[in-house]
C-alpha cells in the first residue's frame, strides 16, 4: 500500500489540437505542504482540474486514497473528490445567498452530515466566527477567502487543492490567510497542494515544483519530506 494520498503518473492533456500538460507525474504523501509554480499559460489550472478530478486526462492516471480514478463513474468520482479533496479558488467560489457558515457547511451537507462543532473550531481557528451569519458581499476579500478555507477542509479531506488562493489578495492579508491555512495544515494532517505563479510564497512551502509549458522540471525539498517527481 502506498502511503502517498494522492499520485499522478504520466499526465498527458491534449485539448484540441493543443497539449497543455505532456508528460507530468507527482506524488503527494501524507501531511506535507507542495507548491506547483509556474507562469502564465502554463498549464496549473489544466493540473489542478486534472488533480482534483473535475476533469479527465488524455492518457495517464490519478490514484487517490489508493483508488484508480480512471474508470470510476462519474458519481464515484464525485464522492471520492468530497470525501478525501477541499478545494480553494482564488476567486473565492462562494454562494451569494448563503452565509458564511451554510457556505462553509456545504460540502457536509453534500456529505449528509453536518459536524456543527467541528465548523465551529474552523470559524474560531480562522477567526471569523463573528462573521458566521454574514453574507459574502459583506465579507472583505481575506474573509472571504478563510470562510473557504473552512469550506474545504469542512470533511476533513485528506488534501487540499489551493489555485491560485492569495491571487485576489493584498500582501498583508495574504500573508495572514496563509499563516491561518499552513496552521490548520498543520494541525489537520492534511496535504496542500497549492498552485500558483507567485514567486513570493516559495519560501513558506517543504517542496517546490516547477511547470512549464505542460511540463513538470524539476523539484527543490527542503525537508526531509519525499515527495517524489518524474518528469
Ligand atoms: N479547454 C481548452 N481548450 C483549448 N486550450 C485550452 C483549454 N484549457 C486551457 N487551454 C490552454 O492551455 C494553456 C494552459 O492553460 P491553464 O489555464 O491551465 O494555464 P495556467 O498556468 O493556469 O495559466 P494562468 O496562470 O494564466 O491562469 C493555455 O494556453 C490555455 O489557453
Known amino acids: 500500500m502506498s502511503e502517498n494520498v494522492l499520485e499522478a503518473e504520466s499526465i498527458r ?4 489540437d493543443q497539449e ?5 507525474s ?10 506547483v509554480q509556474g507562469p502564465s499559460g502554463a498549464g496549473k489550472t489544466t493540473l489542478f482540474n486534472i488533480l482534483g ?20 463513474s462519474e458519481r ?3 464522492r471520492l473528490r468530497r470525501e478525501t479533496i477541499g478545494f480553494i479558488f482564488q476567486d473565492f467560489q462562494l454562494i451569494d445567498d448563503l452565509t458564511a457558515w451554510e457556505n462553509a457547511a456545504l460540502p457536509q451537507d453534500h456529505a ?5 462543532e467541528w465548523l465551529q473550531t474552523l470559524f474560531t481557528e480562522l477567526e471569523i466566527a463573528d462573521r458566521a451569519d454574514q453574507y459574502p458581499a459583506t465579507l472583505s476579500g481575506g474573509e472571504k477567502q478563510r470562510v473557504a478555507i473552512a469550506r474545504a477542509l469542512a470533511n476533513r479531506p485528506d488534501i487540499v487543492l489551493a489555485d491560485e488562493p492569495t491571487g485576489q489578495l493584498d500582501p498583508t ?5 496563509l499563516d491561518l491555512l499552513f496552521r490548520l495544515q498543520d494541525t489537520t494532517d492534511t496535504s496542500l497542494v497549492v498552485i500558483s505563479h507567485d514567486m513570493q510564497l516559495q519560501p513558506r512551502f517543504d517542496t517546490i515544483v516547477r511547470l512549464e509549458d505542460g ?3 524539476d523539484h527543490e525539498p527542503k525537508t526531509e519530506a519525499k515527495p517524489s517527481i518524474d518528469t
Do not use: F, Y
Open 13 to 16: 492533456v491534449v485539448r484540441g
Open 20 to 24: 497543455i500538460i505532456s508528460d507530468a
Open 26 to 35: 507527482l506524488s503527494v504523501p501524507a501531511n506535507t505542504q507542495i507548491l
Open 53 to 72: 478530478l473535475l476533469d479527465v486526462p488524455t492518457s495517464g492516471t490519478v490514484r487517490i486514497a489508493n483508488e484508480e480514478t480512471a474508470a470510476l
Open 76 to 78: 464515484k468520482r464525485a
Open 112 to 116: 449528509g452530515e453536518r459536524d456543527e
Open 173 to 177: 492579508t495574504t500573508t495572514q490567510v
Open 215 to 217: 511540463t513538470i522540471h
